[in-house]
């Protein structure tokens, strides 16, 4: 079984920056990947980044491009995401996720779910 913990949100103005971090503990799979999903109240669940844990190649939505990166410690199982210029349209809560890399990717689901960090962006 896999426990995903979530930290880091928090409260930041426009253009200012957050490191979101997520720690994974038991069993992990080098062929799985790990991502980022994130909800707005009455929105849409969106795919946000995914990191592969081998290859670490990496995948962003059009949304955060240029201003998001996601990486990986493999040493100490936990992947982070720095955000960057952020907008008040990334309030949301952020979710870490792990599961395969085309099932976060381009299916939009995942095995596994934290608990969710509240990222908040005023204007």
């Known amino acids: 079984q896999v426990q995903l913990v979530e930290s880091g949100g928090g409260l930041v103005q426009a253009g200012g920056s957050l490191r979101l971090s997520c720690a994974a503990s038991?069993?992990?799979?080098?062929?799985?990947?790990m991502g980022w999903f994130r909800q707005a109240p009455g929105k849409e669940r969106e795919f946000v980044a995914a990191?592969?844990?081998?290859?670490?190649?990496?995948y962003y939505a059009d949304s955060v491009k240029g201003r998001f990166t996601i990486s990986r410690d493999s040493a100490k199982n936990t992947v982070y995401l720095q955000m960057n210029s952020l907008k008040p349209e990334d309030t949301a809560v952020y979710y870490c996720?792990?599961?395969?890399?085309?099932?976060?990717?381009?299916?939009?689901?995942?095995?596994?779910w934290g608990q969710g960090t509240q990222v908040t962006v005023s204007s």
């Open positions: 996720a792990l599961d395969r890399l085309r099932k976060l990717v381009d299916q939009g689901l995942s095995s596994y």
């Open positions: 990191i592969s844990w081998s290859g670490g190649s990496t």
């Open positions: 038991g069993r992990t799979f080098s062929s799985y990947a």
